[in-house]
Nanobody
Framework: QVQLVESGGGLVQAGGSLRLSCAASGRTFSSYAMGWFRQAPGKEREFVATISWTGGGTYYADSVKGRFTASRDSAKNTVYLQMNSLKPEDTAVYYC?????????????????WGQGTQVTVSA
């Protein structure tokens, strides 16, 4: 079974950058597509980005397209989310997840393993 631990969150000013990391344990990590989601206070968890198991395919929510980049390093069992030009509306807890049980990349129900989340706060 895969276990996921996120890191890299923090407080940043608008226009700044952060890079989130998601370290995975488990030998099957490289066979899963991975996703990034976020949840702001009082809102539902929403899709941010996904990356295929090969790392060759990525999709992004319209709200982050052109600003965020997902990548993975299978040798390090780690996926990353590079976030540039951050906005206050990007403030949320960010989660990585392994797509273990579904095919629709933007649905939370397609992801069976989740990390604990990391807080990202963007000040105006």
């Amino acid at each position: 079974q895969v276990q996921l631990v996120e890191s890299g969150g923090g407080l940043v000013q608008a226009g700044g950058s952060l890079r989130l990391s998601c370290a995975a344990s488990g030998r099957t990590f490289s066979s899963y597509a991975m996703g990034w989601f976020r949840q702001a206070p009082g809102k539902e968890r929403e899709f941010v980005a996904t990356i295929s198991w090969t790392g060759g395919g990525t999709y992004y929510a319209d709200s982050v397209k052109g600003r965020f980049t997902a990548s993975r390093d299978s040798a390090k069992n780690t996926v990353y989310l590079q976030m540039n030009s951050l906005k206050p509306e990007d403030t949320a807890v960010y989660y990585c997840a392994a797509r273990t049980s579904g095919t629709y990349y933007a649905a939370t129900t397609s992801y069976g393993v989740w990390g604990q989340g990391t807080q990202v706060t963007v000040s105006a």
